[in-house]
């Protein structure tokens, strides 16, 4: 059951509970593997659309920006996405009521596609930059050497201002 029609949310609320292999590319270049993500929630008829709310857990490895370590990542977030259909288009004032945690997508096609809620939730949880760790120091600029673990030989960078300063030789 990876795709719901809406139309079975009429009558009474609909839950779902999957494990979800994610589509190809979630998550762009950062993210190296995904192990199936967990998708559980309602579906529920309201007012001229649907609501779709439940909780999503995901883990998986992604590569530090800094130093292109893999390291796991892993999340549980809740979600609440309001479903209309496409004729009642977004206007200017129900844009600026839409709450940041209130989610709101027009369909022409009256379903719910699972892997794409999915999908599109563990890419909302994606930090912008993954880190291994905060304070991850990142590769060496000269040598690529990795400097979590331990400085390498090469001397610090000397900034190009420096240069003039130890080029002048003062006029004895
Ligand atoms: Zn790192
Ligand atoms: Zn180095």
């Not at 809620?117 to 990795?146: F, I, N, S, T, Y």
Request: proline share 6%; net charge negative.
């Amino acid at each position: 059951m990876l795709r719901i029609a809406l139309e079975l949310a009429d009558t009474e609320p609909v839950d779902f509970c999957q494990d979800l292999s994610l589509p190809e590319g979630v998550g762009g270049e950062d993210a190296v593997a995904w192990e199936p993500v967990h998708l559980t929630g309602r579906l529920r008829r309201s007012g001229s659309g649907y609501t779709v709310s439940g909780t999503v857990a995901a883990q998986g490895r992604l590569r530090c920006v800094r130093c292109l370590a893999e390291f796991v990542f892993s999340f549980e977030e809740r979600f609440f996405v309001q479903m209309l259909p496409l004729s009642l288009a977004p206007q200017e004032e129900e844009v600026q009521l839409t709450k940041k945690d209130l989610d709101v997508r027009f369909y022409t096609e009256p379903v719910l596609d699972l892997r794409e809620l999915a999908a599109e939730q563990v890419e909302l949880a994606l930090p912008v930059k993954p880190l291994c760790r905060e304070d991850c120091l990142g590769l060496c600029p000269r040598c690529g050497a990795d400097l979590n673990k331990g400085a390498c030989g090469c001397r610090p960078e000397v900034d190009e201002r420096w240069h003039k300063l130890l080029d002048f030789h003062p006029v004895s």
